[in-house]
C-alpha cells in the first residue's frame, strides 16, 4: 500500500517545475484490447511494450481512462501490481472497485519510470501521457515511444517551427476555401480578433504556450493522437489560454 501511495505523489507533482524527480519520470501506456476477470472487483489488463522498455515484476500502475465523450471519461480507474510477463507483453491485476469503472482498450496505465537521457522537452512531456500530434494530412509528428530513446533540442526546435508552419498553412488553406468558417476569438487578449487571420500569423511563443497549456491540462489529450492545427485552432478560439509561470515578472496576469 505505501508503494501505491508514493506512485500517486509522483503522479500528482508530475512536470512541476518545483518538484521534478531527477532520476524518475510518470509516463503512460495504453492497454490492448485483451481483459480478463479475476474476480468481480479486479481486471487482469495488458500492455505490450516497445523494443527497449521493461518493467520488474510486481511494479505498480495505476490505469486512468482517455477522454472519449465526456471529462468523466477521464477518471482514475484504479491501481495494481504487473502479475505476469509473457515476452513484450505485461499484465497488470487492476482492482476497479472503488471507482466502479470498467477498464476499456486504448485506457492509459501510468508508472514511475527511470528517466532517459534525452532532451526533457514539450514533447517528452507530451509523449509522458501519450499525446501525439499529428499535420494537416494526418501524419504523425514524432513517435511517442522513440523520443524517449532519442531527443535532442535541436530536434525540439525543428519540430516547433514545423508546427508553425503547419498552423499557418492550415490557416492560409481555410482563409481561401472555406472563409465562412472564420469566426471571431471569443475571449483572451485576442478576443474579437478573427480566427484564421491570427493563425495565419501564429508565433513560436504561442505554439509554445499550446503545448504547454496540453501538459498542465493532459486529461483532453492524453492517450490519442491529434491533428494540431485544429486544436491549436480550439485553444486559440477559446482564449488561448496559458500556464502561469513562476518565473513571470507580474505575477498577477
Given at each position: 500500500?505505501?508503494q501505491?501511495?508514493?506512485?500517486m505523489?509522483?503522479?500528482i507533482?508530475?512536470?512541476?517545475?518545483?518538484?521534478?524527480?531527477?532520476?524518475?519520470?510518470?509516463?503512460?501506456?495504453?492497454?490492448?484490447?485483451?481483459?480478463?476477470?479475476l474476480?468481480?472487483?479486479?481486471?487482469l489488463?495488458?500492455?505490450?511494450?516497445?523494443?527497449?522498455?521493461?518493467?520488474?515484476?510486481?511494479?505498480?500502475?495505476l490505469?486512468k481512462?482517455?477522454?472519449?465523450?465526456?471529462?468523466?471519461?477521464?477518471?482514475?480507474?484504479?491501481?495494481?501490481r504487473?502479475?505476469?510477463?509473457?515476452?513484450?507483453?505485461?499484465?497488470?491485476?487492476?482492482?476497479?472497485?472503488?471507482s466502479?469503472?470498467?477498464?476499456?482498450?486504448?485506457?492509459?496505465?501510468?508508472?514511475?519510470?527511470?528517466k532517459?537521457?534525452?532532451y526533457?522537452?514539450l514533447?517528452?512531456?507530451?509523449?509522458?501521457?501519450?499525446i501525439?500530434l499529428?499535420?494537416?494530412?494526418d501524419?504523425?509528428?514524432?513517435n511517442?515511444?522513440s523520443?524517449?530513446?532519442f531527443?535532442?533540442?535541436?530536434t525540439?526546435?525543428q519540430?516547433i517551427?514545423?508546427?508553425?508552419a503547419?498552423i499557418r498553412?492550415?490557416a492560409?488553406?481555410?482563409?481561401?476555401?472555406?472563409?465562412t468558417?472564420?469566426?471571431?476569438i471569443?475571449?483572451?487578449?485576442?478576443?474579437?480578433?478573427?480566427?484564421?487571420?491570427?493563425m495565419?500569423?501564429?508565433?513560436?511563443?504561442?505554439?509554445?504556450?499550446?503545448l504547454?497549456?496540453?501538459?498542465?491540462?493532459?486529461n483532453?489529450y492524453?492517450?490519442?493522437?491529434?491533428?494540431?492545427?485544429e486544436?491549436?485552432?480550439?485553444?486559440?478560439?477559446?482564449?488561448?489560454p496559458?500556464?502561469?509561470?513562476?518565473?513571470?515578472?507580474?505575477?498577477?496576469?
Amino acid at each position: 500500500m505505501k508503494q501505491v501511495f508514493f506512485f500517486m505523489s509522483w503522479l500528482i507533482v508530475l512536470h512541476s517545475t518545483a518538484q521534478q524527480d531527477t532520476v524518475r519520470q510518470v509516463r503512460a501506456f495504453p492497454v490492448t484490447d485483451y481483459m480478463v476477470d479475476l474476480n468481480d472487483s479486479i481486471k487482469l489488463v495488458q500492455l505490450h511494450l516497445p523494443d527497449g522498455v521493461s518493467l520488474p515484476e510486481k511494479k505498480v500502475g495505476l490505469l486512468k481512462g482517455i477522454y472519449r465523450d465526456k471529462q468523466s471519461d477521464t477518471a482514475t480507474i484504479g491501481t495494481g501490481r504487473c502479475q505476469l510477463i509473457k515476452g513484450d507483453y505485461y499484465y497488470f491485476a487492476i482492482n476497479y472497485k472503488k471507482s466502479g469503472v470498467l477498464p476499456r482498450e486504448g485506457d492509459l496505465i501510468y508508472l514511475l519510470m527511470d528517466k532517459t537521457n534525452v532532451y526533457p522537452g514539450l514533447f517528452v512531456s507530451l509523449s509522458a501521457h501519450y499525446i501525439g500530434l499529428k499535420n494537416v494530412y494526418d501524419t504523425p509528428l514524432y513517435n511517442r515511444y522513440s523520443v524517449f530513446s532519442f531527443w535532442e533540442k535541436s530536434t525540439e526546435d525543428q519540430l516547433i517551427d514545423t508546427l508553425v508552419a503547419d498552423i499557418r498553412f492550415t490557416a492560409g488553406y481555410f482563409l481561401k476555401n472555406e472563409p465562412t468558417m472564420n469566426m471571431p476569438i471569443k475571449s483572451g487578449s485576442r478576443a474579437g480578433k478573427m480566427l484564421f487571420n491570427t493563425m495565419l500569423t501564429c508565433t513560436r511563443q504561442e505554439v509554445i504556450d499550446f503545448l504547454e497549456y496540453m501538459i498542465a491540462r493532459p486529461n483532453l489529450y492524453a492517450g490519442q493522437e491529434w491533428k494540431a492545427s485544429e486544436i491549436f485552432a480550439t485553444w486559440m478560439s477559446e482564449g488561448g489560454p496559458t500556464v502561469m509561470r513562476f518565473d513571470d515578472d507580474n505575477t498577477n496576469k
